[in-house]
């Protein structure tokens, strides 16, 4: 790397580098802020100058996310769970599983959820099959 390069580097670093950098909470809720507002602005429109930056606060972002705000594992029953709760959903309103008792079953683990099940879920709530396994 040229001497040149590495000092253009350095001056447009101290500008550049506060934005993509995110070493704690205080620093991933400011990127986080940031990228709605680019998402809002630049949405899909891959030509637009700060899409490629856009592209990487994202990037970063997830990557804080990965080690910071892991995902807990949960089971195609927790999933049916949530979105029950979410639309307010009793047992009986979900032929898709089948029976209330079925239903029920699932929910307290005796049961799993089949492929016909998961597949009808995934319809119904509008989200991918792999959500319920």
């Not at 990487?56 to 029953?77: K, R």
């Not at 307010?88 to 309103?93: D, V």
């Amino acid at each position: 790397m040229s001497a040149r390069l590495t000092t253009d580097i350095q001056t447009h670093w101290s500008s550049i580098g506060p934005l993509l950098t995110i070493r704690n909470e205080r620093e991933y809720d400011r990127a986080v802020r940031r990228l709605d507002e680019l998402l809002d602005e630049i949405g899909t429109n891959e030509r637009h100058p700060l899409y490629s930056f856009m592209d990487t606060l994202g990037t970063l972002i997830a990557a804080y996310e990965e080690d910071h705000h892991p995902v807990p594992a949960s089971s195609g029953a927790d999933m049916l769970r949530h979105f029950m709760e979410d639309r307010g959903l009793s047992q009986s309103e979900l032929p898709e599983v089948g029976s209330q008792g079925v239903v029920s079953e699932v929910l307290n683990g005796k049961r799993e959820l089949n492929v016909r099940q998961v597949r009808a879920l995934a319809q119904r709530f509008h989200v991918s099959p792999a959500v319920f396994i």
